[in-house]
């Protein structure tokens, strides 16, 4: 009978040799793996074996040339696709989808016209959101479309049918056309540092009357009686003035500060300007 050490040993052993077999086992095992991983894509290749999970891998397509309307399709793998679900003359072998269909871009060369029709407000078919017209406008009965009917005006309506008076024209400057100073002069409050500016200004042409705009502006007059800084000082008014009128008009200014200024006037017509009054050294308070 053995003793429980010669026991103990015997146990040991075996259960080394256990553990020995099973590692040969699971290195065998992980060697036929990487041999049977390396040889599956030459085997699918050559049709052997399709591994390939659903959706995945090359697709097989079925085309109208390979087969018959009504009739099942065998793919390449040995698996049949049924003629109900070969409705389109394509799937896919594979995963019986449909084959992807290509994206057409469409180029838009569409050319967007402003809206066009009747213009004459006065007209049965008027159109508020036309803005050409097109010669469509329509008048009930006998009425007589009234409108501009010179073609030389800004507001020229050729449907019109007798002239309304509404003609309206550009207004043309001469080129001659240039205002002048006649008249100026000042007055100023000791008490509340008001000052009022008055003058008279002409105009070269008698055409029509026109908008003047006149600007003051006020400089320092430095100790050496020359212009010096401006004084912060900008005022200006716009109003109709024709020809030789006599048209005096008056422009205020508050809180002039008692000093001595140099004060010049500029006329501005039709986007040009002109000289108009030069005051040296004017002392005021």
Known sequence: ??????????????????????????????????IIAILMPAVEMVGILDITPYGQGDDEWIGDDDWEWGDDFECGDGSTIEASLVNDGYKNCRDGTDEPEEEIIEENNTVILPPSGCTDPNAE???????????SCEYGGDETAYGCTDENASNYDEWAEEDDGSCEYEQEIPE????????????YDDQTDNMTLYWDADLTCDDAPHNLTVIWTYYYNNSTNETGEWAGIQEMMTYETYFQDWDYVNLSIEGVPPGRYDIFSTFGLDDNYYRGTDWYDVQVG
């Open 1 to 34: 009978m053995l003793s429980q050490e010669e026991a103990e040993r015997i146990e040991a052993s075996i259960i080394e040799v256990i553990n020995e077999r099973a590692t040969e086992l699971r290195q065998l095992i992980i060697t036929i793996g990487s």
């Open 125 to 135: 078919n008027y159109n508020e959101t036309a803005e050409e017209d097109d010669g």
């Open 176 to 187: 001659d056309c240039r205002p002048e100073m006649w008249d100026a002069y000042w007055t």
